[in-house]
Every structure is written in C-alpha cells, then in structure tokens.
C-alpha cells in the first residue's frame, strides 16, 4: 500500500538512510503553505511560502525528524480588526516508525516504504502555534463599544451612558425638592 504522493512538497524520500541507525541528513525547504492552517480570524495562507530546516536522523524504529518550521501568518487583530501579519517559527519533533514496526499506538506516524510525510506534523505545529485572540499589539485598545471608534485613536473617548443621565435628572429632582 503506498498512498503518499512522492511529488508532494511535504512528502520526503528517506532512501538514503538505507535504514543504518545512526545516519542522517539535513534539508531545507521552501514550500506552499497547505490548504486550511488556520481560521478566519489568524491563519497561514494557502500557498504562502513555509520554509523547513530539518534533520532526519534513522533510529532503530524508524526516522526522526526534528527541525523547525518558519511561515508567516495574517489576519485581523482581535480588538480593533486592522490587518495583522507576523512571522511564525515551531519546532517540530517526530518519530515516523517503520511500515513493520510492531508498536500498537495507532497515532504513530509511519513511513511508506522510503517515504514520510511531513504535513500532519507541519500542520499541527503551526497551527498550534496560532495565538486564539491575535494583537496589532499588546496595547491595543480596541474598538468602543458604542460607535466603533478606534480608542487608542480617541484615548478621552467616552459616551454618557444611560446611568450618568439618570444621575443628572436625579441631581435636579432633588434641587427642586430642595428649593
Ligand atoms: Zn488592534
Ligand atoms: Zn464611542
């Protein structure tokens, strides 16, 4: 059964470990990113370019890879919604074991005769890596809640509210009283 793609970008020939604990090799890549890294708010865009620094190590159960990943993720600060890019670096670690190898755990990675294939990893990694609520900066004060007015922009910025007329009225009743 062989279902990885050799001409995908992410799939990688491990021919030249020949299988000898102790041999390795490094590559690095540039690649497009994957379809759907992300959501809609902060994500890796389809086709952007990814770039892999790895090593491929073969251990007696199969290869290790271990390097790191850089892309550039974009999308919307959570406060304010401007638009929002920064660059993205996650370590990736994993032991793809041979087609053969007896181990039980179903979540183990395994190599396809020579090949591995590096995108599940990849994706997790960097989609882990994601903040859930991106900044256009730590300072960011968002949006007011009543007219959308950019707060950092208007930092005195306030409506009287409900509550402050009610107080006002309140002050004149008791005036009157007064008087
Ligand atoms: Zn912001
Ligand atoms: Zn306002």
Known sequence: MN?????????????????????????????????????DVIGIQSGSDITLNIRCESVIEGVLVSGDVVGQATGECSRCLDPIAFDVTVE???????EESENDDEEALKLEGDYLDLEPVVRDA?????????????????LCSECGIRLSEAPD????????????????????KEG
């Open 157 to 176: 910025h306030q409506h009287e509210s409900v509550d402050s007329r009610w107080q006002a009225l309140k002050g004149l009743l008791d005036e009157k």
């Open 92 to 98: 990736i670690q994993e032991l793809y074991e041979y």
């Open 126 to 142: 960097l989609v882990l890596s994601l903040p859930l609520a991106p900044l256009c900066n730590d300072e960011c004060l968002g």
């Open 3 to 39: 279902t990885l793609d050799p001409r995908s970008a992410l799939v990688l020939d491990t021919h030249e470990l020949g299988r000898r604990a102790g041999a390795m090799f490094k590559k690095s890549l540039t690649v497009g990113a994957p379809e759907d890294l992300g959501d």
